[in-house]
């Protein structure tokens, strides 16, 4: 019954509500009860004043015992309350209730009035076993010399339970005020939870929608602020997904393609040579080189997918050594200055000195080479390919961060602006036909992203096109 976040929600505000009425009904209870012991004296007391009054008016009349209670019977049965007139030796002279006349009521007897107000107070149990709290007053009453002289207390009693009946007003009232509190917050509580349930139900159906194979998803949620947090999360992670699904449907598409060359032309001069359709021995021998060069080329695209995705799944721990990037990217550029030449591509490099970085010295050197062989490739004769080193920072949080900056710059065609986002995805060519006929298969950037990334650091791409290309490297610097 209460399965849903909803009908839980419900059923917590309900409950707080009822708790908090019980603690506050027990809290009232608690507070409000002296209270109404005090009024209760107080009123006893407004009774006993005039009674008393009464009481030596009457003894003034020189009236009998039995006449006095006869009146005080009337009065008691006006007022409420039960009515005794105490011997000072604690024997009661009479008792409107007609339980305590003639016997001793010492407990009553013995109480010293308040030295400021004059009168006593406190409770006592009757022979029937009935609370009852009672104000006493001294009076004076003078008969004849028959009987008796004095009455020293008049006690003005009534039942302890008569002081809770306020309690059971109030419990009574507040009983309906809390019906109708309840009534109001169970209604706001369905229209409060009705606001955080629907965009959750949203969120449930979105997610449902994109299990079932449909990634266009975008909630558009304004409130709550939490809510519009998650819905913000959501839409991310969709695109996310969307572009994952995407990126694996082009990948399996590019190996497939990518595998599909070098695999026909491997079949295909092999049936050449088993039908004895090369041409002789020289036919058989330059076969033979398609397929080793074929063979090498699906070997090299197999060990970089295996590769990247070691890096990409952490399966590559990255070195964690102090490394002069300035060093590497020298050697690098030496190590490229023989093609550059045949090329006749200028290739240039500065470098001054660095701090160290820490990071894998081998796998940079793997991204600068990768950079610099694709700028090489991309730049024709008489252009230019320059590298360069230097120490960056920038504001990050209120602090200020440090970084190597590591950029390739060449004056080759250039890449689309549309396409600058997607040079580092697997496969991924400007130019597939020259890159193919380059021996090229689109993972040296991915690659070279995956290895900055596991350092920490970011890589981009900038370009004119027509003008050449500009790509950077920034890896953060310890300390």
């Given at each position: 019954m209460f399965k849903s976040l909803r009908s839980r929600l419900v059923l917590s505000y309900v409950f707080v509500v009822v708790l908090s009425l019980l603690l506050g009904f027990i809290t009232l209870v608690v507070v409000i009860r002296p209270v109404v012991l005090r009024l209760t004296y107080a009123t006893l007391l407004d009774k006993a004043l005039p009674t008393a009054r009464l009481v030596n008016e009457l003894a003034q009349q020189e009236i009998t015992l039995a006449q006095i209670k006869a009146r005080l019977q009337e009065q008691a049965e006006e007022q409420g309350v039960r009515i005794l007139l105490v011997q000072v030796r604690g024997r009661v002279l009479l008792d409107t209730g007609n339980e305590l006349e003639g016997r001793q009521a010492g407990d009553l007897a013995s109480d010293k009035p308040d030295p400021k107000t004059h009168y006593v107070r406190g409770n006592f149990q009757s022979p029937a076993g009935e609370n009852l709290l009672y104000i006493g007053v001294q009076v004076t009453v003078q008969q004849d010399a028959a009987a008796v002289q004095r009455a020293h207390l008049l006690i003005l009693a009534a039942p302890a339970r008569d002081s809770w009946a306020f309690l059971r007003e109030l419990l009574s009232g507040f009983m309906w005020a809390g019906l109708v509190t309840l009534v109001v917050a169970a209604i706001l509580a369905l229209i409060l939870t009705r606001?955080?349930?629907?965009?959750?139900?949203?969120?449930?159906?979105?997610?449902?929608?994109?299990?079932?194979?449909?990634?266009?998803?975008?909630?558009?949620?304004?409130?709550?602020?939490?809510?519009?947090?998650?819905?913000?999360?959501?839409?991310?992670?969709?695109?996310?997904?969307?572009?994952?699904?995407?990126?694996?449907?082009?990948?399996?598409?590019?190996?497939?393609?990518?595998?599909?060359?070098?695999?026909?032309?491997?079949?295909?001069?092999?049936?050449?040579?088993?039908?004895g359709a090369a041409g002789g021995e020289e036919g058989q021998r330059r076969a033979a080189g398609v397929i080793r060069d074929e063979s090498t080329r699906m070997s090299r695209m197999v060990e970089q997918l295996l590769d990247l995705s070691k890096i990409e799944s952490g399966q590559i721990a990255m070195a964690r050594h102090p490394v002069q990037v300035d060093q590497i990217l020298q050697a690098c550029v030496e190590?490229?200055?023989?093609?550059?030449?045949?090329?006749?591509?200028?290739?240039?490099?500065?470098?001054?000195?660095?701090?160290?970085?820490?990071?894998?010295?081998?796998?940079?050197?793997?991204?600068?080479?990768?950079?610099?062989?694709?700028?090489?490739?991309?730049?024709?004769?008489?252009?230019?390919?320059?590298?360069?080193?230097?120490?960056?920072?920038?504001?990050?949080?209120?602090?200020?961060?440090?970084?190597?900056?590591?950029?390739?710059?060449?004056?080759?065609?250039?890449?689309?602006?549309?396409?600058?986002?997607?040079?580092?995805?697997?496969?991924?060519?400007?130019?597939?036909?020259?890159?193919?006929?380059?021996?090229?298969?689109?993972?040296?950037?991915?690659?070279?992203?995956?290895?900055?990334?596991?350092?920490?650091?970011?890589?981009?791409?900038?370009?004119?096109?027509?003008?050449?290309?500009?790509?950077?490297?920034?890896?953060?610097l310890q300390g």
């Open positions: 606001s955080l349930s629907a965009p959750i139900k949203k969120i449930a159906a979105a997610a449902h929608t994109i299990a079932g194979g449909d990634y266009d998803q975008q909630l558009n949620i304004d409130y709550p602020a939490e809510m519009k947090e998650v819905a913000f999360s959501f839409n991310q992670m969709a695109r996310e997904v969307k572009q994952s699904r995407q990126s694996m449907r082009d990948f399996v598409a590019n190996v497939s393609h990518e595998l599909k060359t070098p695999l026909t032309s491997i079949q295909g001069f092999a049936d050449a040579i088993l039908d190590k490229l200055s023989l093609a550059a030449r045949e090329k006749g591509v200028q290739l240039g490099c500065d470098c001054p000195s660095l701090p160290p970085l820490m990071g894998d010295g081998d796998r940079l050197a793997q991204v600068f080479t990768n950079l610099l062989d694709n700028a090489l490739k991309h730049t024709p004769a008489g252009g230019k390919v320059s590298a360069a080193a230097r120490v960056a920072s920038e504001m990050t949080g209120g602090a200020e961060a440090r970084f190597v900056e590591v950029t390739v710059m060449d004056t080759g065609s250039g890449i689309p602006a549309g396409e600058l986002d997607r040079v580092f995805e697997r496969f991924y060519q400007v130019d597939k036909s020259r890159a193919r006929a380059r021996g090229g298969a689109g993972l040296g950037l991915a690659i070279s992203r995956s290895i900055v990334e596991a350092h920490g650091g970011r890589i981009w791409a900038e370009s004119v096109e027509g003008l050449g290309s500009r790509f950077v490297v920034r890896m953060p």
